[in-house]
């Protein structure tokens, strides 16, 4: 199903590449905009995942490497992943101080798990192997290629709208001119398509995420805990610089956002995943 909802996402997000390119700059624009989607789907499938740790400039977690991060972390990813059945992903370290996690890669071969400096400063032990089977969570589900390929997506609609206002001109009569008008309109609507494309895939995956942790760990109350610290203090202390193309990736939004802007969320609210969460017993 994944893979389905990957490939419908690479076609969407040629579609309007075409249709951009087609509307702003005629029919060279059209060649241009396919040269560009072919290039896409190529770095989607297997660079998405290097794209959305450089954007946090993620540092890597190894024995030599933030080997006091490595010493916390890898007891309980591996013991984690032994019990999962899954490879050992890389880690990952983000130097921000907003507690915080994601995974990303196009299969669990090639899965990367990163934490934030703030969530592994504010977890204890228990409460972060519930996050870290929550993020192995999507590995084993094979959300990581579609939520990754969604980020570059949402990413590339966002600078084609911004190319299509820059670069617009006025059609007139010539065809491979062009369009101020079709410009304007795809700075409105592109943002739109990227977020609607996020919803798309974001919030059942969280609560299947959940529920999957909560098996693993055989306690519910681990996430839970750490759910509702994440709640709180990713709200006292901003995540900075994020990019919303890769929102729906992290463990909890982000940043807040309030009135019609929820509309848009990428994340059900973390009061029903913990309401759910408590439901399992």
């Known amino acids: 199903m994944n893979g389905l909802k990957t490939a419908l996402l690479l076609g969407i997000m040629s579609g309007l590449l075409l249709a951009g390119g087609e509307m702003f700059a ?14 896409m789907n190529f770095f989607s499938y297997f660079f998405s995942d290097k794209m959305a740790l450089s954007m946090y400039s993620a540092q890597p977690v190894t024995p030599t490497e933030n080997s006091e991060v490595y ?3 890898f007891p309980i ?3 984690l992943t032994q019990r999962m059945g899954l490879p050992m992903p890389k880690l990952w370290l983000i130097a921000d101080e907003s507690p915080n996690a994601f995974a990303t890669g196009r299969n669990p071969e090639h899965a990367s798990v990163a934490f934030t400096a703030g969530v592994l400063k504010l977890m204890n032990d228990q409460e972060l192997e519930g996050v870290v089977a929550h993020e192995l969570g999507h590995v084993k589900n094979r959300d990581i290629l579609t939520s990754s390929v969604a980020a570059t997506i949402a990413a590339a609609i966002t600078v084609l709208a911004r190319m299509a ?3 617009g ?16 309109i795809m700075l ?3 943002p739109f ?13 969280e609560y299947s995420a959940d529920e999957t942790s909560a098996h693993v760990t055989h306690n519910p109350n681990e996430l839970i805990s750490a759910l509702g610290k994440l709640e709180t203090w990713s709200k006292r202390i ?7 193309a890769t929102a729906h990736l992290f463990i909890i939004k982000p940043f807040t956002g309030g009135g019609f802007m929820r509309l848009f969320s990428t994340h059900p609210s973390t009061e029903d995943r913990i309401a759910r969460l408590r439901a399992m017993g």
């Open 165 to 167: 206002f820059w670069f």
């Open 71 to 73: 010493e916390r972390v």
């Open 193 to 205: 398509a990227a977020m609607l494309i996020q919803m798309a895939i974001s919030r059942t995956r």
């Open 77 to 79: 990813v591996q013991s």
């Open 26 to 39: 005629g029919r060279n624009g059209l060649y241009i905009a396919l040269a560009i989607a072919v290039f």
């Open 188 to 190: 409105i609507l592109a």
């Open 169 to 184: 001109g006025s059609r007139d009569d010539d065809e491979d001119r062009g369009s101020g008008w079709a410009g304007l």
């Open 238 to 244: 901003p995540m900075s610089d994020v990019n919303p």
